[in-house]
Every structure is written in structure tokens, then in C-alpha cells.
């Protein structure tokens, strides 16, 4: 069966600081990954998608980046964290039936810049 | 800007009663989702209802879309205290990829 593991859980992190947070899924092959992230109370931003090794699309403009350095790995990265970047990360990705794609979730990681 | 739009924010019962959801949203889709989200949690998929779809049932749980009125509701029967979650609609749009775009989502509490 397909797991999505997403690490670290929770991340204190002062403003200027790098961030690195990495999100692997076993069980399946060359699926479509994702990052959306969550704020308080509301619902879910998406920020990057990923159809292939390499291939990243962003959503929205912002400060922070991703990659895919193997199939199965995903990574949200920031070079200088603002404090606006806290939240709630989400990584998942897609599984694709002949009804249409479900996404399945990781558990999320919380950030907080202090 | 989101998509889709969860009505109401917020929705307060007892244990037994019945729980609906109501999502509107703004442009044609290929398929909304419903999804849970327990607090703090990551989201888990709950039912997917195709475009050309207009109930579908999964256990306890009653989707109706109505794509007229770019519509759809969750019906959540005999609610359990266990049934305390965010509720999110997401609607996968008519694109070549399917990105989904998720509403604000309706908390529901359901007191013993």
C-alpha cells in the first residue's frame, strides 16, 4: 500500500533562518506530488505541484521554493524564512482512478517563525 | 482565490442528529471531494463525485451534486462525537491537470 511520510512535524524557526522540509511517498511511482499550506482557520493554499523529477509549477508567488530531486521525494525549501511564512505544510499526492485524482495527505508539518 | 466556498462556517449538534454540509462553487469541474481534517491534522479523502453524478453514498455519508446551481452538500447521518472534524469541499476543474482547490471548510462539532 501507498505511505506519505512528511518530516519534520513541528519546526520553531527565526525570521531570516533557512527552512527544509521534506515529504517522501512509497508504495506507488511517478506520482503527482504537491505542497499546499495552511493558515489558520482557513482553507488550503496550493503552493507547488510536481509531475515529474525536476518538474515544479508554483501557485503563487512567495518566498519559498521546491524541488524533486527523486521520484518519490519532495522538498519545500526557503533560503530566509519571514514571518509570514508560518503555517500549516501539507505535502500529498495523487492517486488517479477513472473517476478523477484523490489526494492523499501527509500529516503535516508545523511552522512557526518567531 | 478559492474556489469553493463551505456553508456554514461553523455547525454545532448532538450526538444521533444529522450533520449537512453545503459547497458552492464559481467555475465547471470534473469532480468535487469532500475531505476531513481532524485538528491538526493532515486531510483525509472522504468521496468523490463526478461531474455528470448526482448523489452518491459512502456508510453514513450522502453527497449530492448539482451542477446547475455549482452546488453540492454532505450529509453526514446519526453524527458521532467521533465525527468532530473540518470538513473541506475541493473541486478538480476542467484542466488537463487536475489541481484541486479546496474551500475554507465547515467545523463540526458533535457533543455527546
Known amino acids: 500500500s501507498q505511505t506519505i511520510h512528511q518530516w519534520p512535524a513541528t519546526l520553531v524557526q527565526p525570521v531570516g533562518s533557512p527552512l527544509s522540509l521534506e515529504c517522501t511517498v512509497e508504495g506507488t511511482s511517478n506520482p503527482n506530488l504537491y505542497w499546499y499550506r495552511q493558515a489558520a482557520g482557513r482553507g488550503l493554499q496550493l503552493l507547488f505541484y510536481?509531475?515529474?523529477?525536476?518538474?515544479i509549477s508554483s501557485e503563487v508567488p512567495q518566498n519559498l521554493s521546491a524541488s524533486r530531486p527523486q521520484d518519490r521525494q519532495f522538498i519545500l525549501s526557503s533560503k530566509k524564512l519571514l514571518l509570514s511564512d508560518s503555517g500549516f505544510y501539507l505535502c500529498?499526492?495523487?492517486?488517479?482512478?477513472?473517476?478523477?485524482?484523490?489526494?492523499?495527505f501527509g500529516e503535516g508539518s508545523w511552522l512557526t517563525v518567531v | 482565490s478559492q474556489q469553493g466556498e463551505e456553508d456554514p462556517q461553523a455547525l454545532s449538534i448532538q450526538e444521533g442528529e444529522n450533520a449537512t454540509m453545503n459547497c458552492s462553487y464559481k467555475t465547471s469541474i470534473n469532480n468535487l471531494q469532500w475531505y476531513r481534517q481532524n485538528s491538526g491534522r493532515g486531510l483525509v479523502h472522504l468521496i468523490l463525485i463526478r461531474s455528470n453524478e448526482r448523489e452518491k453514498h459512502s456508510g453514513r455519508l450522502r453527497v449530492t451534486l448539482d451542477t446547475s446551481k455549482k452546488s453540492s452538500s454532505l450529509l453526514i447521518t446519526a453524527s458521532r462525537a467521533a465525527d468532530t472534524a473540518s470538513y473541506f469541499c475541493?473541486?478538480?476543474?476542467?484542466?488537463?491537470?487536475?489541481?484541486?482547490?479546496f474551500g475554507t471548510g465547515t467545523r463540526l462539532l458533535v457533543s455527546p
Open positions: 510536481s509531475v515529474g523529477i525536476g518538474q
Open positions: 475541493a473541486t478538480a476543474l476542467n484542466t488537463g491537470f487536475q489541481k484541486l482547490v
Open positions: 500529498a499526492w495523487d492517486g488517479t482512478s477513472s473517476s478523477g485524482n484523490t489526494i492523499y
